[in-house]
Nanobody, 125 residues
Framework: VQLQASGGGLVQAGGSLRLSCAAS????????MGWFRQAPGKERVKVAA????????YYVNSVKGRFTISRDTANDTLYLQMNSLKPEDTAVYFC???????????????????WGQGTLVTVSS
């Protein structure tokens, strides 16, 4: 599985961006998916995750109510809609895929099987 993240850029505080993650090589229909971010000098953290079915999601507290994770299974694409962006959201964002066997479960671990290359999001104050 190859993952290609895109959609990052420079935005002012309060603005919005939509990240995309296109999968190729193999369908990710049977994979839980997640978005991580890594700010300069900090560890990579999970921002959001979604179940295989798309019916269940997880968000880190700092983005709840502002970010929305979704997936288009037919097109093997993962999205992260980011609204009300803050300077502290500035980071490189990575998408990742984890083989799972329960279509309704969100994978809460960090040991994903496949990773995208990252896309930079910069939020100016």
């Amino acid at each position: 599985v190859q993952l290609q993240a895109s959609g990052g850029g420079l935005v002012q505080a309060g603005g919005s961006l939509r990240l995309s993650c296109a999968a190729s090589g193999r369908t990710v229909s049977y994979y839980g998916m997640g978005w991580f971010r890594q700010a300069p000098g900090k560890e990579r953290v999970k921002v959001a995750a979604i179940s295989w079915s798309g019916g269940n999601t997880y968000y880190v507290n700092s983005v709840k109510g502002r970010f929305t994770i979704s997936r288009d299974t037919a097109n093997d694409t993962l999205y992260l809609q980011m609204n009300s962006l803050k300077p502290e959201d500035t980071a490189v964002y990575f998408c990742a895929a984890k083989r799972v066997f329960n279509q309704e479960s969100v994978y809460y671990g960090n040991d994903y099987d496949y990773w995208g290359q990252g896309t930079l999001v910069t939020v100016s104050s």
